[in-house]
Nanobody, 115 residues
Framework: QVHVVESGGGLVQAGGSLRLSCAAS????????MGWYRQAPGKQRELVAR???????IYADSVKGRSTISRDNAKNTLYLQMNNLKPEDTAVYYCKVTRGVVDYWGQGTQVTVSS
């Protein structure tokens, strides 16, 4: 079992920045990938950014150039630095940890961007 906890969300003005954190604990060996997803009201959950064990990263087009995903293996923590935030970035941001064929999700952290 992997326990996932997100933090770092909040209210920010358009153009501002936030750094989200995702701490993984428990059976964290052999984690294949970690990623950030978001879900806005009335919309489906979507990928924001993902990093696999080899270090390769994938970004959604909507955040490419404005966001950076990184992982601190020593701390078992995933980060998402988001800059130049836009109102359309408003959503609940979730962290997903993939170990083998099993996905573990956190409870999410709210990001609200005011115009």
């Amino acid at each position: 079992q992997v326990h996932v906890v997100e933090s770092g969300g909040g209210l920010v003005q358009a153009g501002g920045s936030l750094r989200l954190s995702c701490a993984a604990s428990g059976s964290i060996f052999s984690i294949n990938a970690m990623g950030w997803y978001r879900q806005a009201p009335g919309k489906q959950r979507e990928l924001v950014a993902r990093i696999i064990s080899g270090g390769s990263t994938i970004y959604a087009d909507s955040v490419k150039g404005r966001s950076t995903i990184s992982r601190d293996n020593a701390k078992n923590t995933l980060y998402l630095q988001m800059n130049n935030l836009k109102p359309e970035d408003t959503a609940v941001y979730y962290c997903k940890v993939t170990r083998g064929v099993v996905d573990y999700w956190g409870q999410g952290t709210q990001v609200t961007v005011s115009s």
